[in-house]
């Protein structure tokens, strides 16, 4: 008798599907893995999958599209339904077409949201619509009653999620053949559906740009501008059932929509030949102005302070100190960007080197109490003297100053560090923990009877707040420009609250806190550009402005009333 052990028979292999036998599984279970080359090549694709922005206008071959769409068409779907249409979209007129939808829907969900994050959305480019040699638009076609397919009697809108795994397939079948895509989903899905001529029942997921990227970004795009980030794994991943506490939801970005103030009624321009608050803001900054300076004014001075500030070395800017000294020397020329939008505003330029803080910040306060009043008092005199020329607009120059202008905004306004500190200038999220952190410290040092231009801010915001309380003294009128000479004007405000009459906001930039301070300040800014130009731009840009519309109030014609 032959023992089964022994048996001469093969097992038989089955001649399709798999051939491996269960004492094969057994022994090395993870046999099924993909070489270690290509596990790792996998992984990297995963890890730089982008959304994508910017495209070239080389078209994509069609064998590659083939490709791609063929790795989309294998994604896994409930009861293998495969609901998935892929939309490939050529024509320019209707690429265009979507184009306009999107930035219609991007401004009117702005207005929704809660103003920073409104901003950061305005702020998103949707030009790969147009850009991107193609578009793929992936409809799910819903025409067949759930409970006809497997799975989704429990679950309806399996159908929905089955559709975004073939876009994923098709995100990381793109990365790996080098092409880039973006998902833009700022569509009305009605209107979406018209413009493709859609049936009832099926419905689309958004629109994907293809192409060859023109970009080529190291994080995500909304991680890296500090809108959000990336959850540590440990946070979203739970064993057996929910944690009996339970972590927060999502931060929500809506917010109910601010009121408008209400536009105080004009006197002085109720008689001119013209509808009534015809130029809107800038009649009643004009107003502003006429009542402090009956005679208006027909030109005025920049006031540009530059600084260098010791917190650089904690690594807070994405640009090297050396080049405050470069823009302080090209104004003095006449060259920076500065000079040349004062020229172009009628105004002159008073360019100032107010120094070096005293301390980083993070271990010691920007400035001694010797030094914020000597600035301050220093300040002051350049606005007395400056103030019957005209309009005093200003501007300041300084690597680094973000952070101080954040510290000085939360210590103000008594709010967090998280409240106030923005990206800046080329910032990335790494460097927007480290200003976090910094302007932590500073505010833990704070007390009652600190000054906060002391503690939190730097040699500019001294002397530009003492610019600002000399001006008011005089009786002129002072045109801010962006976060740190509103924080500066905030400061002076503190000090003497009739200040607050000579103010006029230029414009409203980039910066988080800027909005918030000028709120605090009641005033509403002429331009709202986003600017992050600095150096007093948005200022001088505003006081042509401004000086335009003086003029028009001197030489429009007046009605009998």
């Given amino acids: 008798m032959v023992s089964p052990l022994s048996s001469p028979y093969p097992r038989p292999v089955p001649l399709i599907g798999d051939a491996s036998a269960a004492a094969e599984r057994a022994a090395d279970p993870a046999a099924w893995a993909f070489p270690g080359p290509a596990r790792e090549a996998f992984y990297d694709v995963v890890g730089a999958r982008r959304d994508i922005r910017r495209f070239r206008p080389d078209p994509v071959p069609p064998e590659t599209l083939e490709r791609v769409l063929a790795a989309a068409h294998a994604a896994p779907s409930v009861g293998h339904s495969q609901p998935w249409r892929f939309l490939v979209v050529r024509d320019a007129a209707r690429r265009d077409a979507a184009a306009l939808m999107a930035e219609r829907e991007k401004l009117a969900q702005a207005d929704l949201m809660d103003e920073e994050s409104g901003r950061q959305l305005r702020d998103l480019s949707l030009e790969g619509i147009r850009a991107a040699p193609l578009g793929v638009v992936v409809c799910c ?36 053949e080098g092409l880039g895509l973006g998902w833009v989903t700022l569509f009305r899905p009605e209107e979406l559906a018209a413009l493709l001529g859609l049936p009832d029942g099926v419905v689309t997921l958004g629109w994907l740009c293809l192409g060859w990227p023109d970009e080529r970004p190291p994080e995500p795009g909304l991680q890296r501008r500090g809108w959000s980030r990336r959850a540590p794994l440990s946070e979203v991943v739970f064993t057996d059932s929910w944690p009996g506490s339970a972590p927060p939801p999502p931060p929500s970005r809506l917010a109910a929509p601010d009121q408008r103030a209400v536009v105080t009624a004009r006197d002085s321009g109720d008689d001119l030949l013209t509808v009534p608050t ?3 803001v800038l009649d009643t900054v004009l107003d502003r102005i006429l009542a402090v300076r009956p005679e208006g004014a027909a030109g005025g001075t920049l006031v540009l302070a530059a600084a260098a500030h010791p917190v650089t070395r904690h690594g807070v800017s994405a640009y090297p100190p050396s080049v405050t000294g470069d823009v302080l020397a090209a104004a003095r020329e006449g060259t920076s960007q500065s000079a040349t939008a004062a020229r172009a505003a009628g105004l002159d330029l008073h360019a100032v080197d107010t120094g070096t803080g005293d301390g980083d910040l993070l271990t010691r306060d920007a ?4 030094s914020a009043a000597a600035l301050v008092e220093r300040g002051r005199a350049t606005g007395l003297g400056l103030a019957p020329a005209g309009l005093v607009a200003l501007g300041e120059v300084g690597i680094g100053n973000t952070t101080p202008a954040a510290a000085l905004a939360a210590a103000l306004l008594g709010l967090p560090a998280a409240d106030t500190v923005g990206l800046g200038a080329g910032a990335d999220s790494a460097m927007l923990d480290r200003k976090r952190e910094v302007v932590e410290a500073a505010l833990a040092r704070l007390d009652g009877r600190a000054d906060p231009l002391a503690v939190c801010g730097g040699p500019e915001f001294a002397f530009l707040a003492g610019v600002v309380l000399g001006t008011a003294e005089a009786g002129g009128i002072v045109v801010l420009d962006g976060l740190a000479t509103s924080v500066a004007a905030l400061a002076a405000v503190r000090r003497s609250p009739g200040v607050v009459a000579h103010l006029v906001a230029g414009q409203r930039s980039r910066e988080r806190a800027h909005g918030l301070v ?26 042509g402005l401004i000086l335009d519309g003086l003029r028009m109030r001197r030489e429009t014609a007046r009605t009998s009333a």
């Fill in 141 to 176: 076609d819903r025409r067949t009653p759930a409970t006809g397919v497997l799975g989704r009697a429990t679950f309806p809108d399996a159908d929905l999620w089955s559709c975004a795994c073939a876009i994923q397939n098709l995100w990381l079948a793109a990365r790996a």
């Fill in 518 to 543: 000028l709120r605090e300040l009641g005033l509403e800014p002429l331009l709202d550009l986003r600017l992050r130009a600095g150096e007093g731009v948005g200022a001088c840009l505003a006081a």
């Fill in 367 to 370: 400035l001694t109490p010797a």
């Fill in 278 to 280: 015809s130029l809107g």
